[in-house]
């Protein structure tokens, strides 16, 4: 499966209910791979290839640890905590 297809994945699995009211733009920096961004707005997902201007939390990772993290096989804090995924800006959204 391609990074482009993990992320349409990504957006299918969305829970617009667990987002009503939240504004926030999620960036994947995939470092061996297209950036991609994920910008949830009001209970919408909408998911761009490249860098979003201003992003909420930045997630810096490769393509088998993006994959890995979507389809469940990889946990996103043991990913961090391996130095396997970095984030920048908000930590606590990053945790999400």
């Avoid at 810096?60 to 396997?84: H, L, P, R, W, Y």
Wanted: hydrophobic share 40%; aromatic share 8%.
């Amino acid at each position: 499966m391609s990074v482009a297809e993990t992320f349409k994945q990504l957006k299918d699995n969305f829970n617009a209910d667990a987002a009503s009211g939240v504004d926030l733009v999620f960036q994947f920096n995939i470092e061996d791979g297209d950036n991609h961004y994920l910008a949830i707005t009001n209970g919408t997902c909408t998911v761009s290839q490249g860098d979003h201007g201003e992003p909420s939390v930045t997630l810096i990772m490769n393509t088998e640890t993006f994959k890995g993290i979507v389809s469940g096989e990889t946990d996103g804090m043991q990913a961090f905590m391996a130095g396997q995924l970095r984030a920048e800006g908000d930590m606590m959204l990053a945790m999400k």
